[in-house]
């Protein structure tokens, strides 16, 4: 069973840039319709195309399944979406520990989302001197809700 233990945080400042060790643009679209039930997301990330299954089971905790998926499929369902984002990800790595930073395009400039996942919901997390406020299970701030009410049209 695959199971992704995530937290999320908004960003205060560009410190996290000193921690850098590479970056990759993403194209995502979704499937779905709703948050309440399995989320289906279709991810390019300029080599391959990737499908995967989540959905939330408790506090931050999900399933995720993720499979490779042929080019010529990925791209034929990449063109019948409209409820895409584009994003570049930031790999980190701070006092040992990875984080992710995205940095969201287009409509949902000029957000940046912090992530991290952890071995278990109870494990310690030291917080690096970039993060601000804790997003975790915030709704509105997730890559779907976003694909669909972005980040540019909140009040």
């Known amino acids: ?8 945080f ?7 840039k000193e921690f850098i060790s590479k970056k990759m643009s993403i194209e995502q ?4 319709r709703s948050l309440d039930d399995w989320i289906i997301r279709i991810r390019f990330t300029g080599k391959d195309f990737k499908i995967a ?9 999900n399933f995720e399944f993720e499979y490779t998926i042929p080019r010529k499929d990925g791209e034929k369902i990449m063109s019948n979406l409209s409820n895409i984002i584009k994003k570049e990800r930031f790999f980190l790595e701070v006092e ?3 984080w992710i930073i ?3 395009k287009e409509k949902n400039y000029p957000l940046k989302i912090a992530e991290i996942e952890l071995t278990n919901e109870g494990e310690d997390l030291i917080l690096p001197s970039f993060i601000s ?3 975790t299970g915030l709704t509105h701030y997730s890559n779907f809700s ?8 909140w009040n």
């Open 146 to 153: 976003l694909s669909n009410k972005p980040f540019s049209e």
């Open 133 to 135: 406020k804790e997003i």
């Open 96 to 98: 040992k520990k990875p």
């Open 102 to 104: 995205d940095c969201f």
């Open 29 to 32: 679209g979704y499937l779905s």
């Open 1 to 8: 069973m695959a199971l992704e233990i995530e937290r999320r």
């Open 53 to 61: 299954l989540k959905k939330h089971i408790k506090s931050f905790t």
């Open 10 to 16: 908004l960003i205060k400042n560009d410190n996290w």
